[in-house]
């Protein structure tokens, strides 16, 4: 008869190991042993800084309140991605930029207005369509309101401002949606003491073998110092390597280097840049890659990322180091090698392949701690008994190929609406295959069929497309034919409503320093 799971052990302690430690104690208590074993010896990936919004709700279930964790993990708040680089400039300007912002547009807006339009219309998309309309029509304006850098949510960033407003205050709170950049030692280190401190128990230690049975189920693992540890659900969290997934388990990694060419980084601690504190993640395209910035309360978190068919580490490190122009620190760089791409399945037998050891899109949007979430989350809805129902692991392995393909595509568009042919690696960026899933995402997007589909992990929704397409100038053929029936006087009044609601909501909110400031001193 099927026995409930009592035991699981994590090999790997990253980030992928720590939060899948903290999280399956969280759903399950101490109704499950949780046993986790990472090697004093192999280092931990040591990036993986920048966040997607999804990550508040996760640390909420966790119980982490912002005021004990961020000051600890030197975090700060992340509103956007700010795109540098990514186009050849418009004309008469020196370079090309664009957010994706987080920013959601103000509640109150929604209540104030007519509602007999919302209702029809909805909002978002709608006020997007109206806005592609008139793109279409030539209407200069809408570049000034929706699409460009004087958009007003993004103005928030350029005035380095928190998302929300001090505690205390009596300043309006917008709700913006928002996320975190923090130190990936340090959050691995909280996450570490606040799972133990719920009853996980840590081994240092390293796995030397493991041991499988005839039916390929992962019994034990044999370790250096601390004897053998047994388990009946074993997860992977060994990153890169994976040490039971692949290593051990021999399952196929399908790489995704054919249509994303990036396949090595490099990475370094900087000095912060002068003026403000970014509230965003920076993304600036080079000849040769591009370059990330993730502002911390305490340095910047900065790496390139490049294809190692156009560019050697050397070079590499060398670009990073002259981009930051002195701001980095002196120390030997991080030199990383990418696997890009996914497991045939994530979850073979009774070991389930977490954080890099199961998939990696690449670092562009920061996605990885987030898929880490839905990895997590989807194994606690398909929790198997001591049966491993099949179907469980085959429904789970089709959802999170499904997710990776998703986001895939989403990375790709990045890449593939880019009109950049000055060096080769741009040049073979253009060539590059893009997978047919994205070929007709594209043409619905080109003729405004846009339909996001909720029953899949869709990481980026509309508002997160639109911000991609019309940042990189994406050739839209026509306006949905809903646009007809808007009537545009309300239209631009909500534009305008919209418009004075933020400023009256940027008035009250602090800068970013000041808000983190304040966070360290205790709020
Ligand atoms: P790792 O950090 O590599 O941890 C592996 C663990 O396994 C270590 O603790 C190691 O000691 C242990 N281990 C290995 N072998 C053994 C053994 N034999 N015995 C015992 N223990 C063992 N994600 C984001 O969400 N945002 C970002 O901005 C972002 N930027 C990135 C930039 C780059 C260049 C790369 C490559 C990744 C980035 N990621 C990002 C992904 C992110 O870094 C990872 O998802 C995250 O750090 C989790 O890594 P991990 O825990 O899976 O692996």
Known sequence: MARPIQKIVIVGGGTAG???AAYLNRAFGRKVDITLVESPRIPRIGVGEATVPTLRTTFSFLGMEEADWMPKTNAVFKSAVRFNDWRKPHEG???????????????????????????????????AHFWLKQRLAGDTRVRETFGDAGMALQRLCELDKAPKPLP????????YRYAYHFDAALIAKYLRELATGRGVKFVSADVKSVSVDPRGVIEKVVTDTAGEIEGDLF?????????????????????ANDVLLCDSAVALPARHQEGGLRPYTSATAKPDGWIWEIPLADRDGTG??????????????????????????????????????HNRRSWVNNCVAV??????????????????????????????????????????????????EDLRDFIVMHYTLTDRDDTEFWRAVREAPIPASLEEKLTEYAESVIIPDGSQLRLFETRSLWAILS?????????????????????????????????????????????????????
């Not at 205390?168 to 709700?175: F, Q, V």
């Not at 026509?478 to 305008?496: I, R, T």
């Open 18 to 20: 720590w939060l899948s």
């Open 93 to 127: 300007r020196d370079s090309h930029t664009y957010y994706h912002p987080f920013f959601d547009v103000p509640e109150p807006a929604v209540r104030n207005y007519e509602k007999p339009f919302h209702k029809r219309f909805g909002r978002g998309v709608s006020l």
């Open 168 to 175: 205390g205050t009596d300043a309006p709170d917008p709700h």
């Open 235 to 255: 997860l992977d969290c060994t990153g890169f390597r994976g040490l039971l997934i692949n290593q051990t388990l021999n399952e196929p990694f399908v790489s």
């Open 304 to 341: 390139f990322v490049y294809s190692s068919a156009f560019t050697t580490p050397e070079k590499a490190e060398q670009q990073l180091r002259q981009h930051l122009g002195g701001r980095d620190h002196d120390i030997a760089g991080n030199h990383i090698k990418m696997r890009v791409g």
């Open 355 to 404: 954080g890099l050891s199961s998939c990696f899109v690449e670092p562009l949007e920061s996605t990885t701690i987030a898929l880490i979430e839905y990895q997590l989350a989807l194994l606690v809805l398909h929790f198997p008994d001591s049966d491993f129902d099949e179907r469980r692991k085959t429904r789970y392995n089709e959802l999170m190929v499904s997710a990776f």
């Open 471 to 523: 940042g990189m100038d994406f050739d839209f053929k026509k306006a949905p034919p809903s646009v007809d029936l808007m009537n545009d006087a309300a239209a631009w009044e909500m534009f305008e409503q919209i418009d004075k609601e933020r400023e009256i909501y940027s008035a009250g909110l602090p800068s970013h320093r000041e808000y983190i400031e304040a966070l360290h001193r205790g709020l």
